[in-house]
């Protein structure tokens, strides 16, 4: 038998590595089972099951409910069918209410859904025979369903594939036929990718429908700041830009300048943009701010826009600024929901690294292109199977940006999850949305999308044909075999089910050395199960610490902030960890210092002038950032509790103002919100020199971190109006902001706090009876009327009758 491309790699790694290889192995077949809640019923026995959607199977051309629970099929051991389509192989061996048990004379003994999936690719490898295990009403039958024969997928699938062939081929043509006998094309997302992979086949036999798709996409308009213009604006665009290029049809050009623009001009002050563009005014996101979803696929859009030949400053510009944000996270984590920090769970989040792979291909950059094409490889089965509201995301991008690190890594890839795509592909060739296990449709919110165009594109891979499917080069290297593999192995070894379970296996030695591993994820995980163990390995950490690799470093950070107390030798090197020249040290050792407990508050007045400062190589002050969480943070799970949240003791008053002053200035509302822990440990005259930063905190909306920026916002009101601060009386309504996101957490603490001036605050009546109004006018026709109208008119009614007139201060000079 010849070897697989995981065995042939692991032949030509050195010793360590195999190690780590057949470990990981072993762990993903021999991990114990671990009992939830709840049973999965026994279909054959009564059983029944649950609202939860259920799933394409395949080629057959039926449909089938899988047991899920958390977002994990692997205690599933039967599929109850529940549609059968007309005329498709199944036709005539299934129907609704059948169960099949097992596949190839052999029971499930694992996963239904991974195995079947692996069944119909077994199947298509070779007769086209798939034999099914049926149960029907009580009897149980060897059956047999056939399938046209594909073979299998290559060693570098999608590349020199024939079966990714004749998947692509004939998911094109079915996708023309479906796109020809219906004006229902569905939404901007949807109409743009099925538009793309006609064009990805080269066939000149698709151009009438492509080019159709490009003309509604040139025209195509959202003229208000709602209505998703962040995600449908991204996709059209990028439909336009790649049928230009593909074509030069210069008829798209106006549209391509006009959306390209208007993407620029919506972007936010600082670089981002959330479901819908930044306000005109200030530049700022609305709703509950950043998304990095839709920023990938809108940067994507501007730069093969340039290439296409729009020129225009507020075009660099917004390129420039979404290059700042999102490479941060580069050799990080993954790139989060928002503003929100690295996400090192899972080696992609959502899709979003391996989108990013793609856009920092397309924008030349090795550096950032070479990690997030390596966390998108690393991302596969338990990991690529979710994703936030559903994985539709999550799957569309994730060959795209593994391709970015070469065939051997799409083939590696395609080796441990080609069976979700073989299970997701129909009878007919086309793709419907699957999902997340475990979730109703109402917890997905592509449930009933049309898929094909974003499978589609994976497959198209092979023609090179787009900026997107690899038209140029990568920018990067590619991986061979024994690297691919590598980077395969960082994400075999975590499950949805149980999670660091299978850690249980590794030995000491094995999981310090992961703390040196490329990945955030694997470094994380490793020292979590260190820090579970009674082993001693802090000398070992800091060595790793004094004179390791940069990633060991890093790792040896990680694991300390696991160990906390028990790590508190390692202070005195993470100190000068903190003069570090580069930004993310600089910033763990903080961290690290912050989860050693009172050991690391040696460290605090370096904490506090680092976090004054700014360095160079930190434009956006990101160190100040973390720096304000390690210091201010109150307690928070999943979060060292801030050094100095509880108690000022010892602390310089100057160093601390400084520090203070600084943060509160910074562009993320949640870096300035946790000031607020100390603001009930200093007396008001410490405190006064603070006031006008504080005021100004609460008057200008953070441009970052929007989703958290209430709380400097209110609790600095709140200060205000308990000292009575003349200057805090109109911010208690300007604060309020009825028409931004977020108003029913502000009502009460704005009104509370202008209740606090009592008679000096009646300059806001007028104001006042204008909300009181709007809410009467809301109200009309309702049973039970806005609870916030009775708060208005409870603070009508105190200010209007207020006894006491508190002596006012003003802010000092």
Not at 89 to 97: E, M, Q, Y
Not at 123 to 129: F, L
Not at 374 to 393: F, I, K, P, V
Not at 401 to 410: N, W
């Amino acid at each position: 038998m010849n070897p697989t491309p995981s065995q042939r790699a692991l032949r030509s790694m050195p010793a360590i590595a195999c190690l780590v290889m057949l470990c990981l192995g072993a762990w993903l077949h021999a991990a114990p089972a671990i009992e939830t809640t709840p049973e999965p019923p026994d279909l054959t026995a009564g059983g029944k099951r649950d609202q939860h959607h259920d799933w394409n199977l395949g080629p057959t051309g039926a449909r089938g409910w899988i047991h899920a629970h958390q977002v994990d099929t692997s205690r599933s051991r039967q599929i109850l069918i529940t549609a059968v389509a007309p005329n498709s192989p199944a036709s005539k061996v299934l129907k609704k209410g059948d169960v099949i048990l097992g596949t190839f004379g052999k029971p499930f003994d694992s996963d239904a859904r991974t195995a079947f999936g692996k069944a119909i690719s077994a199947a298509e490898a070779e007769t086209g025979e798939l034999p099914i295990t049926r149960w029907r009403a009580g009897a149980v039958e060897e059956v047999k369903i056939t399938l046209p024969v594909l073979g299998t997928y290559s060693a570098t699938a999608p590349y020199d594939c024939p079966k990714s062939k004749a998947i692509f081929e004939r998911g094109c043509e079915a996708l023309a036929k479906q796109m020809r006998s219906s004006n229902k094309r569905g939404n901007a997302i949807i109409r743009s990718l099925n538009a793309l992979a006609l064009l990805a086949s080269g066939e000149e036999k698709y151009m009438d429908l492509v080019a159709e798709e490009a003309k509604w996409a040139a025209n195509y308009k959202i003229t208000e700041l709602k209505g998703f213009q962040s995600w449908y604006y991204g996709y059209a665009n990028l439909l336009l830009t790649e049928y230009y290029l593909a074509t030069g049809d210069r008829s798209v050009l106006p549209g391509i300048k006009r959306i390209t623009l208007e993407i620029a001009n919506g972007q936010s002050i600082v670089g981002t943009w959330g479901h819908t563009f930044a306000r005109k005014s200030d530049h700022i996101l609305m709703g509950y701010g950043a998304m990095n979803a839709p920023a990938l696929s809108l940067t994507m859009s501007l730069v093969l826009a340039k290439e296409a030949g729009v020129s225009d400053p507020a075009l660099d510009r917004a390129i420039q600024k979404s290059h700042l944000i999102l490479s941060f996270y580069s050799g990080k984590g993954a790139i989060p929901y928002g503003d929100h920090e690295p996400w090192v769970e899972t080696h992609d989040d959502n899709g979003k690294c391996s989108a990013a792979a793609v856009m920092f291909d397309l924008m030349g950059d090795k550096k950032h292109t070479a990690f997030f094409s390596r966390m998108a490889t690393a991302s596969h089965n338990a990991e690529r199977d979710g994703g936030h509201t559903g994985n539709y995301l999550n799957i569309l991008w994730a060959l795209p940006g593994v391709s970015r690190l070469g065939p051997h890594a799409t083939g590696a890839w395609m080796e441990e999850f080609g069976w979700y795509l073989d299970l997701a592909r129909r009878h007919d060739g086309t793709y419907l949305y699957q999902g997340n296990p475990g979730r109703t449709k109402k917890d997905n919110s592509f449930a009933g999308w049309d898929s094909t165009g974003a499978y589609l594109l994976s497959y198209a891979l092979h023609r090179r044909s787009l900026r997107l499917t690899g038209k140029k080069p990568s920018c990067i290297p590619p991986a061979d075999e024994s690297e691919a593999t590598l980077v395969i192995a960082a994400g075999k070894d975590w499950s949805r089910r149980d999670g660091m379970k299978r850690y249980k296996r590794y030995d000491v030695e094995t999981l310090t050395q992961g703390l040196g591993s490329w990945s955030p994820t694997l470094r994380l995980r490793c020292a979590k199960e260190l820090a579970s163990r009674k082993a001693d390995v802090v000398p070992q950490l800091i060595t790793m610490l004094e004179s390791g690799t940069y990633e060991e470093q890093l790792g040896a950070c990680a694991a300390i902030r696991k160990f906390g107390a028990r790590a508190s030798s390692a202070v005195p090197l993470l100190r000068k960890k903190l003069k570090s020249d580069d930004m993310w040290l600089r910033i763990q050792a903080a961290e690290a210092l912050a989860a050693v407990g009172p050991a690391g508050r040696v460290a605090i007045p370096d904490l506090l002038k680092l976090a004054s400062g700014q360095s160079k190589d930190d434009p956006r002050n990101m160190t100040q950032r973390y720096l304000a969480f390690s210091l201010f943070q109150k307690p928070m799970a999943g979060r060292s509790t801030g050094m100095i949240s509880k108690s000022l003791d010892g602390i310089d008053r100057d160093d601390l103002q400084d520090a203070v002053e600084a943060i509160l200035q910074n562009q993320d509302g949640r870096a300035r919100g946790t000031i607020t822990s100390i603001f009930n440990n200093l007396t008001y005259e410490e405190i006064e020199p603070l006031l006008p930063a504080i005021y100004e905190a609460v008057e200008k909306q953070a441009p970052s971190g929007i989703m958290f920026g209430d709380l400097i916002r209110l609790n600095g009101l709140n200060y205000l109006a308990k000292h009575h601060i003349k200057e805090g009386i109109p911010l208690c309504l300007k604060v309020l902001e009825p028409g931004r996101w977020g108003l029913a957490r502000r009502w009460a603490p704005c009104l509370k706090a202008l209740q606090l001036y009592g008679k000096e605050a009646q300059s806001q009546l007028p104001e006042l009876r204008k909300i009181e109004q709007m809410l009467v006018d809301k109200n009309k026709g309702k049973a039970t009327p806005d609870k916030n109208l009775a708060l208005v008119r409870e603070t009508i009614t105190k200010i209007e009758n207020a006894d006491h007139s508190p002596k006012l201060r003003s802010l000092p000079r």
